[in-house]
């Protein structure tokens, strides 16, 4: 069982940017797509961006494309959101969690993510 562990929220000015941060152990995540999802207060969780095993394939949600970029160190079994440009809209907790299937070929559905972090809170002021 891996646990994920999120940081890098806080609170910033609108425009601002922010690097969040998950740090998995237990297990090594390196052969698994990783991905970042958010939820603001009385909303649904969505999903923000993933990122395949190699880091060779990245995915965003519209809203976020253009300002948010995910990568992976895998040696520090770490995966990252840099999130620049940010809006009041952006705010939520954001939530890492990884695929529950190895190597996997094509973009992980949500209901494909097993294991998720405790979540960190990224305010977003106007």
């Known amino acids: 069982q891996v646990q994920l562990v999120e940081s890098g929220g806080g609170l910033v000015q609108a425009g601002g940017s922010l690097r969040l941060s998950c740090a998995a152990s237990g297990r090594t995540v390196s052969q698994y797509a990783m991905g970042w999802f958010r939820q603001a207060p009385g909303k649904e969780r969505e999903f923000v961006a993933a990122?395949?095993?190699?880091?060779?394939?990245?995915y965003f949600t519209d809203s976020v494309k253009g300002r948010f970029t995910i990568s992976r160190d895998n040696a520090k079994n770490t995966v990252y959101l840099q999130m620049n440009s940010l809006k009041p809209e952006d705010t939520a907790t954001y939530y890492c969690?990884?695929?529950?299937?190895?190597?996997?070929?094509?973009?992980?559905?949500?209901?494909?993510?097993?294991?998720w972090g405790q979540g960190t809170q990224v305010t977003v002021s106007s």
């Open positions: 990122i395949n095993w190699s880091g060779g394939s990245t």
């Open positions: 969690a990884a695929d529950t299937k190895r190597f996997r070929l094509v973009v992980p559905g949500t209901e494909d993510f097993g294991s």
